[in-house]
């Protein structure tokens, strides 16, 4: 990770289209792509649809009726569109939205619903992520920060890791000053079965940058989400 920022700090000394080009090839290259776990193969429906038949059979079920004849497809269909994540082309979802601004405040995008699966029982969580950064020259176009969420939502995950994600995924690609991620969810893995709680929901954050080493930058942007925030 280390070395792809190093890489990506090399936009500064060219003009903006070499800065688009170099960014294009970077985000394209293999180290970028396992890095953020993208350029997965194809979702292989036959794999998914006869699995689905035996699922069905072992809980006593009858593939062949009717309400159920279907439904293999359908499942494969439905995992293909919610694990689009890991197939997502970075530079498409940007498409050049890099912008130069004389701006170097905070900027927020706040509730961004998100939807995932839970890697460990295949259930679903969601709920909204907070998103900040301190440009550095560069501001990313509205529309692309709730893309990178869905980028690394859609996938199997854990919170802490999505969260995780989407800090290092605008800080690599922007290198801005700081980045500041808060995700709340709500888990259905701890809903439907389980300790079945209801009412309980998850917070998790990442900080980066001027958010991290910051306590009056990170709270500024806590107070911004009407939360309170510990000066470390």
Sequence with gaps: MDKLLSDMNRFHRHD?????????????????????????????????????????????EDPSREGLLKTPNRVARMYEELLDGYRTDPAKLLNGALFDVDYDDMVIVRDIEFNSLCEHHMLPFYGVV??????????????????????????????????????????????????????????????MRGVKKHESSMTTSAMLGHFRTDHITRGEFMAHLGRPSAHR
Excluded: N, W
């Design 130 to 191: 907070h998103v900040a950064y301190i440009p550095r020259d560069k501001v990313v176009g509205l529309s692309k920060i709730p893309r990178i969420v869905d980028m690394f939502a859609h996938r199997l995950q854990v919170q802490e890791r999505m969260t995780r994600q989407i800090a290092d995924f605008i800080q690599e690609v922007l290198d801005p000053q700081g980045v500041a991620v808060v995700a709340d969810g709500v888990h259905m893995c701890s809903m």
């Design 16 to 60: 903006d289209g070499d800065m688009l080009t170099v960014m294009h090839d970077k985000m394209q290259s293999p180290e970028f792509m396992q890095a953020f776990e993208l350029g997965l193969p194809p979702v292989d429906h036959d794999k998914i649809e006869t699995s689905m038949v035996k699922i069905l059979e072992a809980v006593g």
